[in-house]
């Protein structure tokens, strides 16, 4: 069966950087573009990153944007969210997802929807 397991969260100061992992199994990992969620306390769970197959095309959240890198090792069926200067309101459950579809355009892949299976989240929490 499909399993996404999250690893890296913790607990760091304003200004630090962290990596998530992502370990992927039971589906043809380099078939479908993934995506990188989270939930802050209170609200939705909201689009992070998302890129394609390939790792060759990627998307982000503008307020993460030249902070956030998402990337994968196809080799490794692993995904990573890459966070650099982290700020308190990037403090949230961050969940990677496998896209349903093989393919996706930002509008496509920023949409919860359009993805089958998720990770059960890490947490991150950044102090000021």
């Known amino acids: 069966q499909v399993q996404l397991v999250e690893s890296g969260g913790g607990s760091v100061q304003a200004g630090d950087s962290l990596r998530l992992s992502c370990a992927a199994s039971?589906?043809?990992?380099?078939?479908?573009?993934m995506g990188w969620f989270r939930q802050a306390p209170g609200k939705e769970r909201e689009f992070v990153a998302a890129?394609?197959?390939?790792?060759?095309?990627?998307y982000q959240l503008d307020s993460v944007k030249g902070r956030f890198t998402i990337s994968r090792d196809n080799a490794k069926n692993t995904a990573y969210l890459q966070m650099s200067s982290l700020r308190p309101e990037d403090t949230a459950i961050y969940s990677c997802a496998k896209s349903r579809w093989s393919s996706g355009t930002l509008y496509i892949l920023r949409q919860k929807e359009n993805y089958d299976y998720w990770g059960q989240g890490t947490q991150v929490t950044v102090s000021s």
């Open positions: 039971g589906y043809t990992f380099s078939g479908y573009p």
């Open positions: 890129m394609d197959r390939y790792g060759a095309t990627t």
